[in-house]
Nanobody
Framework: QVQLVESGGGLVQPGGSLRLSCAASENIFSINAMGWYRQAPGYSREWVATIISDGNTFVADSVKGRFTVSRDNAKNTVYLQMNSVKPEDTAVYYC?????????WGQGTQVTVSS
């Protein structure tokens, strides 16, 4: 069982930056992959970024060049750095983890991009 706790959401102006954190209850070396998804009102959940156990990262085309995913092994935490945010980035952002064939989700954190 992996517990995930997201933090760092809030209100940010267009063009601004925000960093989301996802703290895992397990050593992230034992987790196959951790990722970020988002869900805007009226839309299905959308994949944003993933970091796998070997450190390779992948980001969706919609955020490429603006968002980066990284991790701090000592803190068992994965981050989503969001730069040059746009109003269409407004959504609830969820962290997930894949371990031993099971998928775990955090509770989500709201990000609102508005002036």
């Amino acid at each position: 069982q992996v517990q995930l706790v997201e933090s760092g959401g809030g209100l940010v102006q267009p063009g601004g930056s925000l960093r989301l954190s996802c703290a895992a209850s397990e050593n992230i070396f034992s987790i196959n992959a951790m990722g970020w998804y988002r869900q805007a009102p009226g839309y299905s959940r959308e994949w944003v970024a993933t970091i796998i156990s070997d450190g390779n990262t992948f980001v969706a085309d919609s955020v490429k060049g603006r968002f980066t995913v990284s991790r701090d092994n000592a803190k068992n935490t994965v981050y989503l750095q969001m730069n040059s945010v746009k109003p269409e980035d407004t959504a609830v952002y969820y962290c997930n983890a894949i371990m031993d064939g099971r998928i775990y989700w955090g509770q989500g954190t709201q990000v609102t991009v508005s002036s």
